[in-house]
């Protein structure tokens, strides 16, 4: 394009210019130029105009000198003088006027020639979507919010919409608009906004307004004009006639969209066939597809030519199909186990992202796990990133990594990270069976918006394919679910016996690598135990051993054991303890071995004391410190969670080399952390899972057995299950290795937190979340909301009812007599759970029979099914000649149920034996009589065949069939029956109401005039049919509505404790407490309440720290603190405080008591808190209690983020004293070997 030769402007022009930015087609329009200059020229750079250089000495300046933010906050008179004198700064009462400019509705766009690229033209293209920001939008669309918030996001602003939950679309709108009232615009109005005291005032003002005519047809024509459908003559006709009755709706809107849908139904029927097929297809499919993994996937290559990521190694298919996926952007649920490579799936995604230019969050439930795979991540991507609720590094990274609870708040509070997401990775997913931090899973999965694929990855589980359903279904997209059972190492489980030098060979196999089950080597290890146990002993069986034994016997068991393995080059082995202090004692009991070289040793020795020098001098000696270096150098080490957090790393990372060679560890390493050994040890197979001792699950088993076998290096994976006291028992075994894992069960509950943040977007409501959740997945609502809408055209193409004239009592009548059904069938269940009454419906007893085939017939008990389920009767019963086999005369009126009298033959009395269900017999009559039975049974049994059809009936039959007749020719108006109540001594309440309710509905049902209508068994049978479509349907609409949700009754009852509490108010609007508690992630009442209490004002910084230590304090402790008192006055509050709270939730209707509320806060660590914060070295605070050095760390790191969540409250509330307060407090617990960095961060 050549350059535009601009005249140098004249005196007559507005000194205005176009500048073209760039390449964008953007242009801007210069309004002030340098006075004396010409215009800049009209384009720019490709990018814009290089920035200018700023002066430094004026930038400083204005950020040291003229800022009034440096003042020092004391003597301001004074600094305020020199401050003016040294600024020179002129007042400006202007600039406190200060106002945002509204965003721009429009922007100019370049018309361009098609074929040349010459500017033509510019047009003023409107914006969509300008007003939305975070503060009031779901949508993606919105503008960023300030950079401080791109991160973590804030709590005032809305999250982004969760995916699967759809706006509203045109025809849900009108469906509304259908339901909601018409207003009336004279009285009808609201004149008080919410959260205001006055309100509006809407009474006629004698003011004159010429009314504009609105015409219809011109309303019509621009109706027409929006929903773009040329309409036919014929239409215009029908419109005109239709125009008069129109004008009645209230709302432009209303008459606008029913008439845009009438409008444009007629040309759409092909199309709605069309669709009708569409959601035929769709009615059937599955959200989650489960993949072959059997095939083997050899296009693999021509379909991924060049993948994001090679790795060293071929795939495995299953590796292959999860990659395949990926590439096309689906989520996939992965299923394997521990050893198998899930990581590729991960890493594979994690490239991808890269090489798209997106981001991936990779999410674990332990902090632990988080830094290892930082580390790992780190090596091989480069560009990864961490954050934990203590550490934050590179938060800009293409990779995060983070634990779930952040991944929640960022969601909730709209982080910006969000937008570029494309994958979010949940590892060990079975931890969502967590109690305690389950639901986090779930809210996190809900509340991922649509552009999100999920990748999860578990051990393997039983149910993945419904679980994977149901994220699909609350998701609406397919989840590929790959299982593999395959392990690459196999395992191989051992019973151990040996105890001595003499027997450490006794080593029995029990399940073989192929997986079988080997009984022989379960007797073999009993008999090598009973030979070792006394005569005396013997005489008792095996069972009185005792499952404990002592120190001593351990210790030798331990030394044969490792001792046999070392020999047998078996090591690394990781012992499962499930107890810390036998962790410790069996460590410490190996006194005597030695498991290293001398080049180990010093490798040992090297990496211990480099891994240390973050530490300072005196936390190096520290008792567990020396203690575990002495163990390291002989290859033994200890690992659970009172071990401090360093000491573990550094154990992990020396395992992983290979140079410890046992390691003593608790459930806790077998989560998650990749750390393969040579042979796993079970010491026991039962342990205390917090209520009480319970042998292992076979998941837990599983999930701990298969860090045996390393993956290269090993043919099989050793398992070996201790037999110290005795043999466990065959079916214990068998169930714990070869039981099917645990199933993914949904924890999800109501918090507090969950509520408020729901609550403060209007959009969101909770029910929709308690309406996604697992717990709730058998609903499904899809296919429940298919059946209404069939039922209600069911309903519609009905033939109409005839209730005239004798008819006009049907309806009641129908209700009486299906209250009458249930109320029979309720009091039959009972006769027959009862003795009595199964004593009276034995063989020979006269009972009245009504089904299809009979009406009030007699008949005799022959046979009483012993099935206590459903019991059937086998009964001889008279009936007409010719209707013994029962043509169907399907009667749906049931006339018995108002005409008592029996069943006489007109002809010759035939009889017939049939099986009877409960419910045909409707009356036990107090006659019985003798009868035998097998002689009726056989005969009539045998007359069924072809051949003897002609004999005559047996003695027996004709005897009991006449004896029948003549009973019913004796009482022909109805025989006397047995009465439950008085006859069969039934006295239970219900029983007694339900048998004075069937007489008194009985009596009612002769009073009836419609049983008397010729029609009315025709007209009874419509009107059954169709009442029984509409209690389908009205129990359809009760599930598919917020009414049938299980947490529906407590969600009320939480609701109701936030209003009592003033967090919301009656219109459920959040409050500023409410939006205190939104900050807080656990015990938000407790510590929103105390904020506003002000308990923590009068304390000291140490104190409100020792203080808080109960929210994050978990167990109990033997040992008393001693505080001061203004800490023992805190403490008694906060019990006030707490029990208050209790009070109220259980007057609501939660079922926790308020003891068991007030009890879960320990102060067992306050003490050691106060001493820490105030500077005493951590091997004397060690001291001060029996709680052991990693419980007492872990609690510190907890309590700094408590401090750092109350300090952002505090903030909220304007409380800044407060605030610093608790800043002061988190300086002051952030020191030493608390809050040294991870080994695996750097």
């Known amino acids: 394009m050549d350059r535009l030769n601009v005249p140098p402007p004249g005196p007559m022009d507005l000194p205005m210019s176009l500048l073209e930015m760039g390449c964008s087609g953007r242009f801007e329009l210069i309004t002030h130029p340098v006075p004396g200059q010409s215009l800049p020229p009209h384009s720019t750079l490709p990018h814009g105009l290089p920035p200018t250089n700023l002066n430094l000495e004026t930038e400083v300046e204005k950020q040291f000198l003229r800022d009034p933010a440096w003042l020092p906050i004391h003597d301001k008179d004074f600094a305020f003088q020199k401050f003016l004198k040294v600024t020179q700064r002129k007042v400006d009462v202007d600039s406190l006027l200060n106002c945002c400019p509204s965003p721009l509705h429009s922007g100019l766009s370049v018309v361009r020639d098609p074929t040349t690229g010459m500017l033509l033209d510019f047009t003023e293209v409107l914006l969509e979507n300008t007003g939305l920001s975070a503060k009031n939008s779901l949508s993606l669309q919105r503008q960023p919010g300030p950079p401080s918030e791109s991160l973590r996001g804030s709590n005032t602003n809305y999250p982004f919409l969760p995916g699967g939950m759809e706006e509203l679309t045109l025809e849900q709108i009108k469906k509304k608009s259908e339901l909601e009232e018409e207003i009336d615009f004279e009285s009808d109005l609201l004149k008080v906004a919410p959260g205001l005291k006055a309100g509006m005032d809407f009474t006629d003002k004698d003011a004159k307004i010429a009314k504009p005519e609105v015409n219809l047809m011109s309303l019509l024509s621009t109706v027409e004009g929006i929903s773009g459908l040329q309409l036919e003559e014929k239409e215009k006709d029908k419109e005109s006639e239709d125009a008069p009755k129109l004008p009645r709706t209230n709302s432009l809107e209303d008459l606008g969209i029913k008439d845009a849908a009438s409008s444009s139904s007629p040309p759409e029927k092909g199309k709605e066939e069309k669709s009708k097929l569409k959601e035929n297809t769709e009615e059937n499919k599955k959200w989650a597809i489960p993949v072959n993994i059997t095939s083997p996937c050899d296009d693999f290559h021509k379909r991924i030519p060049n993948p994001a990521f090679k790795w060293p190694f071929e795939l495995d298919v299953f590796q292959k199909q999860a990659v395949l996926r990926l590439e096309a952007h689906d989520s996939v649920f992965v299923a394997a186990h521990t050893s198998a490579g899930k990581t590729v799936v991960a890493e594979y995604a994690i490239a991808l992202s890269q090489k798209h230019m997106t981001r991936t969050i990779y999410t674990s439930p332990i902090k632990a796990l988080s830094n290892q795979k930082f580390r790992d991540f780190k090596n091989t991507f480069g560009d990864v990133g961490l954050l934990t609720g203590d550490v934050q590094l590179s938060p800009e990274s293409s990779c995060l990594i983070m634990t779930t609870e952040i991944l929640r708040s960022m969601l909730y509070n709209g982080s910006e990270v969000i937008r570029d997401l494309e994958w979010v990775i949940f590892d060990e997913v079975h931890y969502i069976n967590d109690a305690e931090r389950g639901v986090v899973w779930e809210e996190v999965l809900i509340m991922l918006p649509d552009h999100v694929s999920i990748i999860l990855l578990s051990a ?134 030695d498991l290293t070289t001398s080049i180990e040793k010093a490798e040992i020795h090297s990496f211990f004391q480099k891994s240390l020098t973050r530490l300072r001098g005196a936390d190096r000696q520290l008792p567990q410190i020396l203690l575990m270096r002495d163990l390291l150098k002989r290859g033994i080490a200890v690992h659970h969670s009172g071990i401090l957090p360093i000491l573990k790393e550094v154990i992990e990372m020396l395992f992983s080399r290979g140079l410890v060679k046992v390691l003593f560890a608790t459930e806790t390493f077998a989560m998650g952390v990749n750390m393969p050994a040579r042979t796993v040890v079970f010491d026991s197979i039962r342990k205390h899972d917090g209520t009480g001792f319970r042998n292992l699950l076979p998941g837990e088993y599983i999930q701990m057995a298969g860090r045996a076998g390393r993956r290269g290096l090993d043919a099989t994976g050793t398992v070996i299950i201790l037999c110290k006291a005795g043999v466990h028992e065959m079916a214990d075994l068998h169930v714990m290795m070869l039981g099917k ?159 008592t009298s029996l069943f006489i033959p007109e002809g010759p009395c035939s009889h017939t034996v049939q099986k009877l269900k409960l419910q045909d017999i409707s009356a036990i009559t107090v006659k019985t009589l003798k009868v035998i039975p097998e002689r009726i049974i056989d005969n009539y049994n045998k007359r069924q065949q072809p051949r003897f059809k002609l004999d005559p009936p047996g003695q027996a039959i004709s005897t009991a069939t006449q004896e029948l007749l003549r009973l019913a020719e004796a009482n ?181 008591t308020a003891e068991e509320f007030v009890g879960q806060f320990k102060f067992g660590l306050t003490e050691v808190v106060y001493c820490w914060a105030r500077g005493m070295p951590f091997a004397e605070i060690a001291q001060l209690t029996d709680v052991q050095e990693g419980t007492v760390v872990r609690c510190i790191q907890r309590l700094d983020e408590v401090l750092k969540e109350v300090r952002q409250a505090a903030r909220i509330v304007g409380d800044s004293v407060l605030g610093s307060k608790m800043e002061k407090a988190s300086l002051a617990i952030r020191r030493d070997i608390v809050f040294t960095a991870s080994l695996y961060t750097h």
């Not at 609406?476 to 105890?499: A, D, F, M, Q, W």
């Not at 090598?528 to 069972?543: D, P, Y």
């Not at 006859?983 to 049983?1011: G, H, P, T």
């Not at 949700?1045 to 409410?1074: C, F, M, N, W």
């Open 460 to 593: 393997t589980v039983p149910n993945a394919l419904e679980f994977s359903e149901w994220i699909g279904r609350i998701k609406k997209r397919h989840i590929y679910v790959i299982s593999t059972l395959k392990r690459p190492v196999p395992l191989e489980h051992y019973l151990y016996t040996g105890n001595s030098t003499k027997t450490q060979k006794e080593m029995f196999l029990l399940v073989d690598a192929t997986g079988n089950f080997l009984t022989k080597g379960y007797y073999a290890a009993v008999d090598a135990k009973k030979e070792r146990t006394s005569k005396h002993a013997q005489s008792f069986g095996t069972k009185n051993t005792s499952q404990n034994t002592t120190a001593s016997q351990d210790r030798s068991v331990w030394l044969t054991l490792l001792h046999f393995l070392s020999q047998r080059q078996q090591t690394p082995v990781v012992a499962f303890t499930f107890s810390r202090t036998r962790c410790d004692e069996n460590a410490r009991s190996l006194d005597s071995m």
């Open 741 to 899: 894992p645990t199933l993914l069960q949904s924890q999800f509950r109501l918090t507090y937190t969950m509520i408020l943040n729901l609550l403060r977007v209007e959009a969101l409501r909770v029910t929709d979340m308690m309406r996604r959740s697992f717990s709730e997945s058998h609903r499904d609502t899809q296919t429940h909301e298919k059946r209404i809408s069939q039922l209600k055209q069911m309903l519609s193409a009905m033939p109409s009812v005839d209730t005239e004239g004798q008819l006009s009592d049907l309806l009641p009548y129908y209700h009486t007599v299906t209250e009458l059904k249930k109320t029979t069938e309720a009091v039959q269940h009972a006769i027959l759970e009862s003795v009595n009454g199964l004593k009276a419906l034995s063989v020979g007893r006269v009972i009245v029979v009504n089904n299809k085939q009979h009406l009030n017939a007699l008949g005799v008990i022959l046979q009483v099914s012993s099935a206590s389920v459903n019991r059937t009767f086998t009964a001889l019963i008279i009936c007409e000649k010719g209707n013994e086999e029962g043509k169907d005369n399907d009667n749906p009126a049931l006339p018995h149920l108002h005409n």
């Open 972 to 1152: 022909p108006g109805g025989i006397a029956t047995l009465d439950p109540v008085n006859d069969l001594q039934l006295k239970s309440v219900d029983v007694v109401e339900a048998n004075m309710r069937l007489r008194v509905l009985q009596d009612s049902l002769r009073d009836f005039n419609c049983i008397h209508s010729p029609m009315f068994a025709e007209q009874f049978a419509r009107i059954k049919e169709r009442m029984s479509l509409q209690e389908e349907l009205d129990q359809l609409l009760f599930l598919v509505s917020d009414q049938s949700l299980t947490l529906l009754p407590e969600y009320h009852q939480r609701i109701k404790v936030l209003q009592s509490l003033q967090y919301i108010d009656s219109g459920g609007a959040v409050q500023l407490k409410g939006r205190v508690a939104c900050q807080i992630s656990s015990h938000e009442l407790l510590l929103t309440e105390l904020l506003f209490e002000n308990v923590l004002s009068p304390l000291a910084p140490e104190e409100s720290a020792a203080l808080l230590s109960c929210l994050v304090f978990t167990q109990n402790t033997q040992v008393e603190p001693h505080i001061t008192n203004t800490l023992q006055e805190g403490i008694e509050q906060v019990k006030s405080v707490a029990q208050r709270i209790g009070e109220l939730q259980r007057e609501c209707g939660i079922p926790q």
